[in-house]
């Protein structure tokens, strides 16, 4: 990633401007720490491990910022957003937001540890439906107050 805002300082005008979005791989919630065997939190640990095995690190968040400014970028912001984990907020707007992240991470579960978790680990196709069942409940559960976080 560094290398492409780097590409992408290089390529533009003066006075241009740069922006990128990425999700923290992880889950918290503002009402206290999330123990380390939540199902979702551990599940987005497992990611980050393979990938990191793989050479290719999901968890990049927190050194966004500083790859701008090595970039050259001045005057550099970073915005974080905290977004329901699922549908418990009573909020309407954050309620839709929660139940649509919920359909991204829960749906795409599997499709995201296929890769990973086959190549690093050398996990079958049924071991990774089982090992996602148990995250994708709790990611349903809206008894959890749990959030994603996107920078």
């Not at 533009?12 to 922006?19: A, C, D, F, K, S």
């Not at 999700?23 to 918290?28: A, G, H, S, V």
Request: aromatic letters at 10%; glycine letters at 10%.
């Amino acid at each position: 990633m560094a290398a492409v805002i780097k590409k992408g300082f290089d390529r533009l005008r003066p006075g241009g401007w740069m922006e990128s979005q990425e999700p923290l791989i992880d889950i918290d919630c503002d009402d206290g720490p999330i123990p380390a065997n939540h199902a979702v939190k551990r599940w987005f640990a497992e990611l980050c491990n393979a990938s990191l095995s793989a050479g290719r690190p999901l968890d990049i968040t927190p050194m966004i910022k500083q790859w701008y400014i090595d970039a050259g970028f001045v005057d550099v912001h970073e915005k974080v957003y905290k977004i329901p984990m699922n549908g418990w907020p009573r909020v309407p707007k954050l309620k839709q937001l929660g139940e649509m992240w919920q359909r991204n991470v829960g749906d795409g579960m599997s499709g995201l540890s296929y890769a990973l978790f086959h190549r690093e680990w050398g996990m079958q196709k049924d071991e990774i439906e089982v090992s996602t069942v148990q995250p994708f409940y709790r990611c349903a559960d809206t008894r959890d107050g749990g959030q994603l976080t996107a920078v």
